[in-house]
């Protein structure tokens, strides 16, 4: 399910913090992607009959759906970071033969590989199409969310086969159902003009709930000192919105929290927390060669080892397989 917290008006840094909540693991992997890797919008699901191809013209750290599927999450050189969500009013609308397509999974990873900028990757997508795919036996009924260094950002969604695009700095918070502007709709209804102690906040594990109570602390946020508070800010309300362990959610049964990712737009670092490790883990691309040439690399954040700065630690043994077919 999850739910993404943009901190754009600090003196810090531009700072954006996701959860991921799954029935099951994703089978993260952490990726390093190089500038002039080629893809195509099929990748590993071949119901896509006319896939976009491309190059990618930035370096990305991403983390992967089920290793190789997709990108759920990530940010590129950059600074620009996008963020996939579930979204169950998802509707991609029908499939233009015409139109080069990107499957769901790796609508993420198309804009990570092709913009700077929020404004950039939104004239980006224009070029493409994106289709419904699976994994697991589950569709990738998803919307999107962006942001970059400047504080910008965007959420895209398809409802009824209709692309819906809000972009503007002050959409800083995005979980799931309903759509986006019902969300902001039922947040005009809650007054949270006096807060305290005592002030009643919604407090379950639904879409609604974690949105007005994410959008409440990250309007109270202190300025932070530095990086690292900037950080634990973010991450703080990331960890106050998570879906505990056997926490009943809706039809398809739990939804826990299986991690958290926090990046640094300003300086490029981009953050890891497992819920299940006792460590933050994270990779700092001023030490991250992403140049054209080099190979792809990855960790598998499952390794109980990992703590603190992991850039050294990617390798190309774990680096996740790219199937490139050209239409």
Same mark, same amino acid.
């Given at each position: 399910?999850?739910?993404?917290?943009?901190w754009?008006?600090?003196?810090?840094?531009?700072v954006?913090?996701r959860?991921?909540?799954?029935?099951?693991?994703?089978?993260?992997?952490?990726?390093?992607?190089?500038r002039g890797?080629?893809r195509d919008g099929?990748?590993?699901?071949?119901?896509?009959?006319?896939?976009?191809?491309w190059?990618s013209?930035y370096?990305?750290? !991403?983390? +992967?759906?089920?290793?190789?599927v997709?990108?759920? #999450?990530?940010?590129?050189e950059?600074?620009? &970071? *996008? =963020?996939?969500l579930?979204?169950?009013a998802?509707d991609?609308?029908?499939?233009?033969?015409?139109?080069?397509?990107v499957?769901a999974?790796?609508?993420?990873q198309y804009?990570l590989?092709t !913009?700077? +900028?929020v404004t950039?990757?939104l004239e980006r997508? #224009?070029?493409?199409?994106v289709?419904m795919? &699976? *994994? =697991?036996g589950?569709?990738?009924?998803?919307?999107?969310?962006?942001d970059?260094?400047?504080?910008?950002?965007a959420?895209?969604?398809?409802v009824?086969?209709q692309l819906?695009?809000?972009?503007?700095?002050q959409f800083?918070?995005?979980?799931?159902?309903?759509?986006f502007?019902?969300?902001?709709?039922l947040?005009?209804?809650?007054?949270?003009?006096?807060?305290?102690?005592?002030?009643?906040l919604p407090?379950?594990?639904?879409?609604?709930?974690?949105?007005?109570r994410?959008?409440?602390?990250?309007?109270?946020?202190?300025e932070?000192?530095?990086?690292r508070?900037?950080i634990?800010?973010?991450?703080?309300?990331?960890?106050?919105?998570s879906?505990?362990?056997?926490?009943?959610y809706?039809?398809?049964?739990i939804?826990n929290?299986?991690?958290?990712?926090?990046?640094?737009?300003?300086?490029?670092?981009y953050?890891f927390?497992?819920a299940t490790?006792?460590s933050?883990?994270?990779?700092?691309?001023?030490?991250?060669?992403?140049g054209a040439?080099?190979?792809?690399?990855a960790?598998d954040?499952?390794?109980?080892t990992l703590?603190?700065?992991?850039t050294a630690?990617l390798?190309?043994?774990?680096a996740?397989?790219?199937?490139?077919?050209?239409?």
């Open positions: 399910m999850c739910t993404r917290v943009l754009n008006d600090n003196k810090v840094a531009v954006v913090g959860t991921m909540d799954w029935p099951e693991s994703t089978e993260p992997l952490l990726a390093a992607f190089p890797t080629r099929r990748g590993t699901q071949k119901e896509v009959t006319n896939p976009c191809a190059t013209r370096g990305s750290v !991403a983390v +992967t759906l089920y290793g190789n997709g990108t759920a #999450d990530g940010m590129n950059a600074g620009l &970071a *996008a =963020h996939l579930y979204l169950r998802a991609f609308g029908p499939l233009e033969p015409e139109k080069p397509a499957h999974g790796l609508w993420a804009v590989d !913009a700077r +900028t950039e990757a997508l #224009d070029d493409v199409q289709v795919t &699976a *994994a =697991h589950r569709a990738a009924t998803v919307h999107l969310a962006l970059d260094a400047s504080g910008d950002s959420i895209i969604e398809h009824d086969g819906v695009v809000h972009h503007g700095r800083t918070v995005m979980t799931n159902d309903p759509t502007d019902e969300q902001l709709a947040l005009e209804k809650q007054d949270f003009s006096k807060p305290s102690r005592d002030l009643p407090g379950n594990d639904n879409p609604v709930d974690r949105f007005q994410a959008a409440y602390f990250q309007a109270l946020l202190p932070p000192a530095d990086e508070a900037a634990a800010g973010v991450l703080a309300i990331a960890r106050n919105v879906v505990p362990f056997g926490a009943p809706g039809e398809f049964g939804y929290t299986e991690y958290r990712t926090v990046a640094n737009l300003t300086n490029r670092r953050f927390e497992l490790a006792p933050v883990i994270w990779i700092d691309f001023a030490k991250l060669d992403l040439g080099t190979p792809i690399r960790l954040p499952y390794d109980a703590a603190g700065d992991v630690r390798s190309t043994d774990a996740p397989h790219i199937p490139v077919e050209s239409p």
